[in-house]
C-alpha cells in the first residue's frame, strides 16, 4: 500500500503540474442522454476529441468532463504538438480541471475517455477524486490493437489496491471506438497498427 501511495504521489508530482496548451478551443456540442443509451453520446463525443487529436498529429485519445448530464470541459490528446510525453487527453483534461472547476463539482462529474485510462492517467484521477469513468475501448483490447501485453494497473485496481471506490464503465461503443485509430500519426508505429485493425476487422484505414 505505501509504494502505491508513493508511486502516486510521483506520478502526479511530474504530469498534473505540467502547462497545457490551449488544444481544444473548439467547443464539442452539448447532446442530451436517455434513459437507455445514457453513455453513448458522450463516448462519441470522446471519439470526435480523438480524431481530432489525431488529424493535428497527436494520438487519438479524446476525454470530457460530464457534469448533472452536460459536458463541462473537453480535451484532447497533444503529445506530439506540445512535445511532451505527459499531454494524455485525460491529463489534460484535469490540468484544465483543476484550474477551471470547483473542487465539489469535480467530484461529481463523470470522466468519459475514448480508451481506458492508462496507470499514469489513473493517478491524475486518483489524487482529484475522480468517482465515476466511462470509457470506450477496453484496456484488452487496445493491448491486441498495438501488440504488446497488458501488464499495466487498471484504473479500478488502483483505486481497490488504495482503498478508494471507483465507477467504472466501459467498454461503450467499442467497434467504433477501434476506428478512431484509423488516425493514427505517421509514425513508426502506424504501419503495424493499421495492419492489425484490418485484422481485427476495422478496414478501409489508410
Not at 510521483?10 to 434513459?35: G, H, K, M, Y
Not at 487527453?89 to 468519459?112: C, F, G, H, Q, W
Request: proline share 5%; aromatic share 8%.
Amino acid at each position: 500500500m505505501h509504494v502505491i501511495k508513493s508511486i502516486l504521489i510521483l506520478i502526479f508530482v511530474a504530469l498534473i503540474d505540467s502547462p497545457v496548451s490551449a488544444a481544444d478551443e473548439t467547443p464539442v456540442p452539448r447532446t442530451a442522454t436517455t434513459a437507455t443509451t445514457e453513455h453513448e453520446p458522450f463516448i462519441r463525443q470522446a471519439f470526435e476529441l480523438a480524431i481530432r487529436a489525431g488529424k493535428k498529429g497527436n494520438h487519438p485519445f479524446g476525454a470530457l468532463l460530464v457534469h448533472q448530464g452536460k459536458v463541462i470541459l473537453t480535451a484532447e490528446n497533444t503529445v506530439n504538438t506540445d512535445n511532451n510525453v505527459a499531454h494524455h487527453a485525460e491529463i489534460n483534461l484535469l490540468t484544465m480541471a483543476k484550474r477551471d472547476i470547483p473542487p465539489d463539482v469535480l467530484r461529481e462529474s463523470t470522466m468519459y475517455t475514448s480508451t481506458a485510462p492508462c496507470m499514469f492517467c489513473c493517478a491524475a484521477m486518483w489524487f482529484q477524486n475522480i468517482k465515476k469513468v466511462v470509457y470506450g475501448v477496453s484496456y484488452e483490447t487496445f493491448a491486441k490493437l498495438t501488440g504488446f501485453e497488458d501488464h499495466g494497473l487498471h484504473c479500478d485496481q488502483l483505486y481497490r489496491e488504495t482503498g478508494k471506490q471507483l465507477g467504472f464503465i466501459g467498454p461503450v461503443l467499442e467497434e467504433e471506438g477501434l476506428k478512431v485509430f484509423c488516425h493514427w500519426p505517421q509514425d513508426a508505429f502506424r504501419a503495424a497498427l493499421i495492419k492489425q485493425l484490418d485484422r481485427l476487422g476495422v478496414p478501409g484505414c489508410q
